[in-house]
């Protein structure tokens, strides 16, 4: 039976495994981050640890809180993800974010690679002309969306809508989705949590089916909301699973 004396000690099992001695957080709140979030959440079965970071970090670029961010990103590496992998969790966010909140995320990151002796990845060139962003764009949106790629703003002829929806197109699919450093199952993980901590329930009914094509599974797609729920607040995160069950059926 799961008792809070259980959770402390698996808490503090994954606490250290994560951050070390001291993961920075003010003494008043270690017991309740030891037990909920550390010892109830992060150790849930259902979802790799590498990808609970990832949708940490995503979580964590959308609501700018930078001080916990930081102690994130030095976590990340010590689990092992390559500073171009936290660098495109960041870029991807400012889809749902804006990209001053990549920028700031990406700023605070780099003072940590620094503080690790981790250098900051070049920047790959990309040529691809507007028109390729257009077409990958496009084929990646009915690879993860199918009929629901045409659907709700996506709706082609919306003259409204169709004022922004194309540059999305291009680059919020056809460029950020094909950059190096994830695949696209993560860059899903990304979305779902991204969206989540957003306060987005629509796009995350959305992209929550739209995870099953990148070959995520039902129980994964929920393991990310849940994930969000510690940074950027339990009342989202069971909104958003609310709108999983709707889209799920139940």
Request: with cysteine; hydrophobic share 45%; charged share 20%.
């Amino acid at each position: 039976m799961t008792t809070r004396d259980s959770l402390r000690r698996q808490g503090e099992t994954m606490r250290r495994r994560l951050f070390g001695d001291d993961d920075g957080a003010p003494a008043y709140m270690r017991t309740v981050n030891t037990e909920a979030t550390f010892g109830a959440l992060w150790s849930r079965p259902g979802l790799a640890l590498e990808d609970r970071m990832i949708c940490a970090l995503a979580a964590l670029g959308v609501v700018q809180r930078l001080t916990s961010l930081r102690r994130h990103v030095g976590a990340a590496l010590t689990l092992g993800l390559s500073a171009r992998s936290i660098l495109e969790i960041f870029i991807q966010v400012g889809i749902y974010a804006g990209y001053a909140a990549s920028e700031e995320a990406i700023e605070a990151a780099a003072a940590v690679f620094a503080e690790r002796g981790v250098a900051m990845p070049e920047e790959p060139s990309r040529e691809d002309s507007l028109e390729a962003l257009s077409q990958q764009g496009a084929d990646l949106m009915r690879k993860l969306h199918g009929d629901r790629a045409t659907q709700g703003y996506a709706a082609p002829g919306n003259a409204v809508t169709g004022a922004l929806y194309p540059l999305a197109i291009q680059y919020g699919y056809g460029e950020i989705w094909f950059r190096p450093g994830l695949d696209l199952r993560q860059r899903a993980l990304v979305a779902v949590a991204g969206f989540t901590a957003a306060k987005l329930d629509g796009q995350v009914r959305k992209f929550g089916l739209s995870a099953l094509n990148m070959g995520l599974s039902r129980t994964e797609v929920i393991e990310a909301v849940i994930q969000t729920a510690p940074i950027s607040g339990f009342a989202p995160a069971l909104n958003a699973l609310a709108g999983l069950s709707e889209a799920f059926g139940g």
